[in-house]
């Protein structure tokens, strides 16, 4: 029987290859993860629990400034203002929230469990299964059925995939000290994507049409929904697959299935420590002070680039899935706080703690991993695995 620290080390270790994809930029944020927060210039790094909540909550953001998701999108589609992206819930109807809630949920999970069933079966057979290509079908399903559309399900995937790495190489170049930005120009990427926004049913765009938006606008929330819907998917899955394996959590899920409770918690705590979007960049609008309980003081000035660095937030001081205590602020940091919440954390909750509990009577062990060194999250490119029985 292997040593429990011997265990934990090799589910870090491998968990770390993900951040190939940004090395130099991650191993940084790494390093300063001990502070709480650090000037450059003009460049906020925020690694702090109760100052991320509090920029969140209380400071005035840019939602357009150059080099944002935001900006980076208008630019692209060729909109210059308002647009309900997913991350802020206050410019997003109340329709929009309750398809993102329980009864979406309930919608989406038996097409997520349709797809986590065939792969079941096939482990069950004694075949390997690659969990990222599960995750990306799970993550179509999702983004078709939301937004309504119906176009080809593998080239949305692939320009999703494409786009939202171009955006996050543009914020990072961004974040460099006297970095030059500039407005972004119309990408064929992303007026790909907006051309799929093609509503053929009901879903989230027709009740954005029927509440009187205009169909540029909802053109470009559907693209970033289904950047939101894609990308997190195909980034958490495999990787809380991975570490479920690897710290030898199977038998813990079975034992657990008939506890809801104790599911829901374990793919909480399996995002917090891979935090799919660690990094939150967001621009001040407006001069602030944020202050902790602990007394610690951030003062921001109008036009800081902030960098909130929520996977250093999610971690410090907190354990690995499985035998974390960490608060229940400290777990739901990774996506945001406050009305900047990203209103699809229920969903991506909904579909860590299902692929774990259709997946975990094969016990599934990783044959091989390999990370993705172009995506745009942390991910692997390929996890493929085989039953364990």
Not at 271 to 294: D, F, H, K, S
Request: hydrophobic residues 45%; positive net charge.
């Amino acid at each position: 029987m292997r040593n429990p620290m011997s265990i934990r080390a090799q589910a870090v270790r491998r968990d770390r290859k993900v951040y190939l994809s940004h090395p130099v930029a991650f191993s940084m944020l790494r390093a300063l993860s001990g502070l709480h927060h650090l000037r450059i210039g003009r460049i906020v790094i925020v690694n702090d629990l109760d100052l991320i909540r509090g920029v969140l909550t209380e400071v005035e953001l840019d939602r357009t400034a150059i080099a944002t998701t935001g900006s980076d999108l208008l630019g692209s589609i060729g909109i210059e203002s308002g647009i309900p992206f997913a991350s802020d819930e206050r410019d997003l109807p109340s329709v929009a929230a309750k398809r993102l809630g329980h009864s979406g949920i309930a919608e989406l999970q038996p097409l997520w469990r349709a797809q986590l069933d065939i792969a079941q079966q096939t482990l069950l057979a004694g075949g390997r299964v690659d969990v990222v290509q599960v995750a990306r079908t799970m993550s179509a399903a999702s983004a078709c059925h939301l937004l309504g559309i119906d176009p080809d399900r593998d080239a949305l995937i692939d320009a999703v995939l494409s786009a939202a790495r171009e955006s996050v190489d543009r914020q990072l170049v961004a974040s460099r000290p006297r970095a030059k930005v500039t407005v972004a120009q119309v990408h064929p990427t992303v007026a790909l994507i907006a051309g799929m926004m093609q509503p053929v049913g009901p879903g989230l765009l027709n009740d954005l049409l029927d509440s009187g938006r205009d169909p540029d606008l909802v053109r470009g929330a559907g693209v970033a929904f289904a950047l939101a819907a894609v990308a997190t998917t195909v980034a958490s899955v495999p990787r809380a697959t991975a570490l479920t394996s690897d710290l030898r959590l199977w038998n813990e899920i079975l034992e657990s299935h008939c506890n809801g409770r104790e599911l829901a918690m374990l793919s909480e705590q399996m995002l917090r420590y891979t935090a799919p979007t660690g990094m939150i960049p967001r621009v001040a609008a407006q001069n602030a002070v944020v202050e902790t309980p602990a007394g610690v003081v951030l003062k921001v000035r109008a036009g800081d680039r902030l960098l909130l660095v929520a996977t250093n937030a999610a971690r410090h001081g907190a354990g690995l899935p499985g035998e974390s205590h960490a608060s229940a602020a400290q777990t739901r940091i990774v996506f945001g706080a406050g009305p900047r919440a990203c209103p699809g954390a229920s969903i991506a909750r909904a579909q860590v703690a299902l692929a774990l509990e259709v997946l975990a009577p094969t016990r599934p062990q990783i044959v091989q991993a390999v990370p993705d060194r172009g995506a745009a999250l942390p991910s692997w490119k390929h996890l493929i695995v085989e039953a364990r029985l």
